[in-house]
């Protein structure tokens, strides 16, 4: 929850107050030992990461570096570096009006230095919210140096200043964030004569603008992130450059199926308000996503992003929500069928080997098949679904699919009896809590038809019905 700014407002109020003054470094050193020591977890939100790459970054705040983060597409690099937020004082101190929000004690700039010998304790004084201290620059190769750095700002000249007076000088992104956090994304895509113009900015902390040298000693923790050189062909970080990181840090997916799942709930608009999407369900997903980074036929020098499995869960949602609204259904859930509408759409988030072309679609059914034989698997283990299977062989047929609703689906299933079986498939996927809705049963069934059919005890069918697509289990 943000507080209030202070209400310290003259140079001479903030000095009675006893505030002291931190280099940028200093403040997140603190303020991370501080949450360390506290036992509070200075990274919310960030899944598989804790005992590999976290370590790394804190050393790396502790040791006052600037860091580099290497990793292909998806790994949560962008929302590491934006976390770093967390870790700077809430409200800073500084020179009402500065451009480059310098701190009353230590004016750097010309004008602000001007201002503070003019007014002395009356230099106005205010309160920046830790938000306004980090910037985010994506790097693209039409970025200029005076973007980064600065130029020369030909309105001023035109006021009559000369060019040799720094005060012409209109501040880039860099110069900007003093005091604070600047983080360059896709680092190698930035052309090597703007990483160049960076050398001085990161080592001896000035600033060259066509020609002059400005003495400016900037405060700022440059952040960055890139994919790895062997696959980002559009570029590259200069050697000068990588050698002024302190820390280069690899990141890497989620090791473990529980962090992946983790991820996909966090990240995913699943529609709350409006559909439930079974856990069985995202742990396929994640299944598959995991599958998909372990293929031959997938190039993984590129990856497979976490945005294909966030994306998956969002299209099953929005599947179950449509047919769910098509057939005036309260609530919609979203069941195996819908999985089929992920693919659909995913292949593109694919880059594929090579030798691979047009078996895109063959390639990624195969794994997801895989997926959910591998979550039945898990989930059902033990579970003797023999009376099902000798039902069916005996001609009983389950239709289900996008344009049955669950109602229909268990009201179209073959009795067995005494049997408990359905409920005790309801358990396995679903808990021992009661409340099961029509559609929730009808998603757990539906898992333990699909794998007995991936485990060819039984068939499937899909054809088109009166109302849309069929899919026939018999």
């Excluded at 505030?19 to 501080?34: G, P, V």
């Excluded at 693209?140 to 720094?166: C, F, N, Q, Y």
Aim: with cysteine; glycine share 10%; charged share 30%.
């Amino acid at each position: 929850m943000t507080t209030s700014a202070p209400t310290l407002g003259t140079l001479g109020a903030l000095r009675a107050s006893g505030h002291q003054q931190k280099t940028l470094r200093a403040e997140l050193r603190d303020n991370l030992l501080d949450r360390l020591a506290r036992g509070e977890d200075p990274w919310p939100g960030l899944h598989g990461l804790e005992d590999t790459v976290i370590p790394q970054l804190e050393r790396a705040i502790i040791a006052g570096h600037d860091v580099v983060l290497l990793g292909e597409r998806g790994q949560g690099k962008t929302r590491l570096l934006r976390t770093l937020i967390g870790l700077l004082d809430e409200w800073t101190p500084v020179i009402d009006g500065s451009e480059l929000g310098e701190h009353p004690f230590e004016p750097i700039t010309v004008g602000s230095r001007r201002r503070a010998a003019e007014l002395g304790d009356a230099l106005p004084v205010a309160w920046r919210h830790r938000e306004e201290r980090y910037a985010e620059k994506l790097a693209t190769p039409d970025t200029s140096v005076a973007d980064l750095i600065g130029d020369v700002d030909p309105m001023k000249v035109a006021e009559g200043r000369s060019l040799g007076d720094p005060e012409t000088i209109h501040f880039g992104l860099i110069p900007r964030s003093h005091r604070g956090i600047v983080a360059i994304n896709e680092l190698p895509d930035l052309a090597e004569r703007i990483q160049v113009a960076m050398l001085n900015v990161m080592e001896e902390r000035d600033i060259q603008i066509r020609g002059y040298v400005l003495r400016l000693p900037l405060d700022v923790l440059v952040v960055a992130s890139a994919n790895p050189e062997d696959y980002t062909n559009r570029g590259r970080i200069i050697t000068p450059l990588k050698d002024r990181f302190g820390a280069e840090i690899r990141t890497h997916y989620p090791k473990a199926l529980d962090a992946e799942i983790a991820v996909i709930r966090q990240e995913a608009d699943l529609l709350p308000e409006q559909v439930d999407v079974p856990d069985f369900l995202v742990e396929i997903l994640a299944r598959f996503t995991r599958n998909l980074r372990e293929s031959s036929a997938v190039d993984q020098r590129s990856g497979v992003s976490a945005r294909f499995a966030i994306a998956g869960a969002e299209t099953i949602a929005a599947a179950a929500l449509r047919c769910a609204t098509i057939h005036g259904e309260d609530r919609a859930v979203a069941r195996v069928v819908d999985l089929e509408t992920a693919v659909d759409v995913l292949g593109g988030k694919i880059e594929f080997e090579s030798g691979e072309e047009g078996r895109e679609a063959e390639i990624l059914t195969h794994l997801l098949r895989t997926a959910t034989a591998e979550t039945v698997r898990e989930k059902f283990r033990g579970l003797d679904f023999a009376l099902l299977v000798d039902t069916v062989e005996d001609g009983a047929t389950i239709t289900t699919g996008g344009s049955v609703t669950g109602r229909d689906v268990l009201a179209g299933l073959p009795v067995l009896g005494e049997s408990d079986l359905y409920d005790q498939v309801c358990e396995r996927v679903l808990g021992d809590g009661g409340g099961r809705t029509d559609g929730e049963r009808a998603a757990a069934i539906e898992l333990a038809l699909e794998g007995l059919f991936l485990a060819r005890k039984i068939g499937k069918d899909q054809q088109m019905g009166a109302d849309g697509a069929e899919t026939i289990y018999g």
